[in-house]
Nanobody
Framework: VQLQASGGGLVQTGGLLRLSCAASGRPFSSYNMAWFRQAPGKEREFVAHTSVSGALKGYADSVKGRFTISRDNAKNTVYLQMNSLKPEDAAVYYC????????????????WGQGTLVTVSS
């Protein structure tokens, strides 16, 4: 499956953004989907994931209550709604896909998008 992330940009602290990740190539509804992020000089970290149906969702503690992951299987798209953004949320955000068990481990995801940059000004 090919993944195309979009929606990043520059936002002020406290602002909001919605990221999108469009999938193509294989049945989207077969894949668990996740968002990861990587800030300069830091390791890639898990942000959120959702199961194939969207019924199961999980979040990193750092974004819980502020970010919401959702998916539209009819549109082959997964979203990440980011509210109350903080400077520490600034990073390149990647969407990823995998079959099988839902996990927070990036190494277990098979397909990755190209990333979209989120910048948060203080």
């Amino acid at each position: 499956v090919q993944l195309q992330a979009s929606g990043g940009g520059l936002v002020q602290t406290g602002g909001l953004l919605r990221l999108s990740c469009a999938a193509s190539g294989r049945p989207f509804s077969s894949y668990n989907m996740a968002w990861f992020r990587q800030a300069p000089g830091k390791e890639r970290e898990f942000v959120a994931h959702t199961s194939v149906s969207g019924a199961l969702k999980g979040y990193a503690d750092s974004v819980k209550g502020r970010f919401t992951i959702s998916r539209d299987n009819a549109k082959n798209t997964v979203y990440l709604q980011m509210n109350s953004l903080k400077p520490e949320d600034a990073a390149v955000y990647y969407c990823a896909a995998k079959t099988g068990i839902l996990t927070t481990k990036g190494s277990e995801y098979d397909f990755w998008g190209q990333g979209t940059l989120v910048t948060v000004s203080s």
